[in-house]
């Protein structure tokens, strides 16, 4: 058997992984870079956060063509989709992007290694693949397998009937019901895909919100948007199981005492992701995993074992690509003695639906549940030119400040473009602003964005356009 010696081993070339593996060969590291899939990226490249956004922005620009151009003179007769094109492009992108990762790895010295990885002690890690057992040394290895899809037990996913996201970015037609099991972002944009192409979508939900790491006001109005593009919502319902009668499916659902059931061609699956630890040699090596299966680290990334780190959503923390990035890179600029730092009260979250939802920080309630004394100031797009102008002004901006103080605490909003728009929220938390910082910063006219200064302003009662 070959053996390998390196400074830094990463399992795992998702957006945790590479993006640590590329800061670590900056750094001079001599670093190897392992996953078991042949298309480097992880989940978010391959199979998440850049298929289900070119499957948005596809379905958006048919949903305007369908519902929304003839109101601006532009008359399209008969706009159709064909699905298998779409898909293409779809692949398209997400080949450019997992081999652009190939070529960004390769271009810095990374060795990139095909094969599934697991610990072997000493610092020691094998890597086996199709070509046989491969053994690496290094004096740090990193972790960022990433995590997986959660199935419900009474409910299999069988890829025909019951998906997952995996299935739910590649259907090759449109199916006539789609059920969605869970209101969190990654089934509110798969149910926005579908339902655009003309789907009919519920969303069935155990909690009383989709949405819920948003503050209710923000939810609801996104639920009332998304119930006007047609979506259905069951709220407070639990998930029972699914059933087959007369060549139909349904899924089944308890709410209030009652069984509910959904008729469905196909059921998505979207209640959450649970940490890869399988196969990685945890328990041979003695690596410590926290209540909820995730590997331990402290606050700089160390698990138990000496030259074991862990980064990404195989560890604590939101399950978000940005995230793991961040954690990457911190994690390698401190195992080369540097001030690696994540500051994880300014992690942006965003549902990309139509309008999107954005958040940073404490929302309202979170703020109050904390004990903390907030002024909250709100602007509505209607009141925003540019909105106006380009018929997006379905949206609210909610700015939260720290009562004595008047630190910028957290922005939640439902906006066309939130998840650019919450970047400038992002930078002013950074340098802990405050609301009067953030409405005294002068932002282009006319755009979107004046209305994040005007809800910042209406903090202090201040706001000139409401
Ligand atoms: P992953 O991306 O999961 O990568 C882990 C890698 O490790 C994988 O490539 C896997 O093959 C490899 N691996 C695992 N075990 C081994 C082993 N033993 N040996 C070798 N290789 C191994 N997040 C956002 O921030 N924004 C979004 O818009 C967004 N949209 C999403 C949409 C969907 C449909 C899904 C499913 C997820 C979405 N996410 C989004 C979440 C995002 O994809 C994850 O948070 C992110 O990918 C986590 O990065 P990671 O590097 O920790 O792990």
Redesign the pocket.
Known sequence: MSEKTYDLIV???????YVAAIRGAQLGLKTAL????EKLG???L????IP??ALLHSTEQYHFLKEKSEAHGIKVDNATVDVSTLMKRKDEVVNKLTGGVAMLTSKRGIDNIH????LAGGGKVIVKSSKGDENLTAKNILI????SIVELPFLPVDGKTVVT?DHA?AFDSVPEKLVVVGGG??GL??GSVWARLGSEVTVVELLPQIAPTFDSDISKLLQRLLKKQGLKFELGAKVTGVKKEKNKHFLTAEKNGKELTFEADKILCSVG?KP?TE??GAAEVGLKLDERGRVHVDDHFRTNIPGVFA????VKGP??????EEEGVACVELIAGKAGHVNYDVIPN?V?TDPEVASVGLGEEAAKEAGIAVNVGKFNLAANGRAIAVDSTDGVIKVIADKKTDRLLGVQMVAHGASELIASAVAHMEYSGSAEDFGRTIHAHPTISESMKEAALAVSGTSIHQ
Request: charged share 20%; proline share 2%; glycine share 20%.
């Open positions: 399992i795992g070339a998702g957006p945790g992984g392992i996953d078991k899939e992880g989940t978010c391959r199979v998440g956060c289900s956004k094969g599934e990885a697991r960022a397998t990433g995590s996201s970015i972002a990654i944009e798969l992701r890869n196969g990685l980064i990404g959503d195989v399950m978000l690509a940005h995230k793991a965003v990309y």
